[in-house]
């Protein structure tokens, strides 16, 4: 294959990618950087010419991966070092979830940061020596440019590729160690000992666990609720009730148009990552059903309401199964993509919309600046939050949601990733069937019959298990 100063042309780059199943991949098939799909094929070409592999693992709706890929991965001059020095390999964390479980523990062993996009380097056997997240395209607050990590991480290569292949295979062969299944017992007291370490970890002032960067951790949340079930302590249904409370009024629920996103980068959970993603959504309205049975929290059933009403209107394919995701990017009205443009609002646009009614609303909802963007404004947007002050004309306020639902879907939408995922669809099948049971809703109890079914034909392998 030729490569020219500009990298590899488009006749060239489509047959490696175009061809392939997850839509994260084929969204990388145009870039400058000829990525090779995971498999023995890509380890054998590392393998024959001594290589080092660029193991670059992320998914459709990340935000960091949008980023990287538009200021790395399309260059032609990034492309011209990676496809000098190294086998490029790209991994859909979805698509591959065993091959992104691999990398991310044996990166933690050697002390390296974690998270997506996940940029690893490798032996030509597959075992990680160096690596990291991100990586800027210039030199940005102490963290070097990419193009630097990759002359660097070539040059140690070049110098003694022994070493390095000998250092990563100690690091893989402490992890298999560590994995080794060892005998023991799980019984009352162990379960009571984690339940009590899980309280202990909980934010007491802002609900949920951690105290900057927060994530909904449902099935912790689960754990501590059923430790309230089984006990009677109201401690654990205190935190339990506390975090889902922040995070419905938060900014990591949306507020216009339902659903959750993935995480929130504050502890007041109002900034959020904007992804919305399936198995998020599905365990969280599990849980809040689960919750509302017990306390008939009127929030609780409204979020719940909302979320299936996001699940089914965004998330359904045709044929009933459920997309992975909506992307963490969307467009402005000039075409220019970036994080969350698709969900946040300025005052200056609530008051076009709202009219006499925007002073009110923006009494019950905040605006907390997104993390960072690309572009920065005077009348900065931000994301909706619910305040301490109380809705005191309810119909009036959901009147005006109404009405920003409506301008809303003037904007360009975030991209879906529809890749189909069994056991996502698994957690949203009984999350739907669960809430409809619970609040009497047959249309949802139906179409979790219909996702039940529908990822049959796709999915299933000749043994007839789904794959």
Not at 76 to 104: C, G, M, S, T
Not at 189 to 203: F, I, P, T
Not at 236 to 260: C, N, P, Q, R, S
Request: with cysteine; net charge negative.
């Amino acid at each position: 294959m030729l490569v020219t100063a500009m990298g590899f042309s488009s006749a060239q780059a489509a047959p490696r990618l175009a061809q392939e199943t997850s839509p994260y991949l084929r969204l990388h098939a145009r870039d400058s950087v000829d990525w090779r799909p995971w498999g023995d094929t890509a380890l054998a070409e590392a393998a024959r010419g001594n290589k080092p592999i660029l193991l670059a693992i992320g998914y459709f709706a990340c935000r960091w991966c949008h980023v990287m890929q538009r200021e790395s991965y399309l260059d032609p001059a990034i492309a011209e070092i990676i496809h000098r020095e190294f086998i490029p390999v790209l991994v859909d964390r979805e698509e591959r979830p065993e091959v992104d479980a691999a990398y991310i523990l044996q990166a933690s062993l050697l002390g390296l940061p974690t998270g997506w996009p996940l940029t690893l380097f490798l032996a030509p056997s597959g075992e990680v020596f160096f690596g990291g997240t991100y990586f800027p395209k210039e030199d940005t607050g102490g963290v070097p440019s990419f193009a630097k990590v990759l002359t660097e991480v070539a040059a140690i290569w070049r110098e003694d590729p022994a070493a390095l292949t000998a250092e990563a295979a100690r690091a893989a062969g402490a992890l298999r160690r560590a994995l080794v299944p060892r005998p023991g017992s799980l019984g009352a007291d162990e379960m009571d000992a984690a339940q009590r370490s899980l309280l202990e970890g909980v934010d007491p002032f802002r609900g949920g666990f951690g105290k900057s960067t927060k994530f909904p951790r449902a099935v912790a949340l689960e754990a501590l609720w059923r430790a309230y079930v089984r006990t009677g302590d109201k401690d654990f249904a205190e935190a339990v009730a506390a975090a889902l409370k922040a995070m419905t009024e938060g900014g990591i629920y949306d507020h216009v148009g339902g659903g959750f996103f993935r995480y929130a980068v504050d502890p007041e959970w109002r900034v959020p990552h904007y992804e919305k993603m399936l198995n998020v959504n599905a365990a969280l309205l599990a849980l809040l059903t689960e919750i509302w049975r017990e306390t008939r929290d009127e929030l609780f059933a409204r979020r719940a309401r909302e979320t299936a009403a996001f699940l089914l209107a965004e998330m359904r394919l045709p044929g009933g199964a459920f997309a992975s995701a909506l992307d963490a990017e969307s467009a402005d009205g000039n075409g220019h993509k970036d994080e969350g443009t698709y969900y946040l609002w300025s005052e200056t646009e609530l008051n076009r919309v709202l009219g006499s009614d925007a002073a009110p609303f923006l009494a019950a909802y905040g605006l907390a600046p997104p993390e960072r963007r690309e572009r920065r404004t005077l009348d900065d947007p931000g994301t909706l939050y619910r305040t301490e002050a109380p809705i005191p004309d309810a119909a009036r306020t959901e009147a005006a949601l109404s009405r920003l639902r409506a301008e809303r879907n003037r904007r360009a939408r975030p991209e879906r990733d529809g890749k189909i995922l069994a056991d996502w669809n698994g957690i949203a099948v009984a999350a739907l069937a669960e809430a409809g049971l619970a609040f009497g809703e047959r249309a949802w109890i139906e179409a979790s019959g219909v996702a039940l079914a529908a990822p049959a034909h796709r999915l299933e392998i000749p043994s007839g298990r789904l794959a």
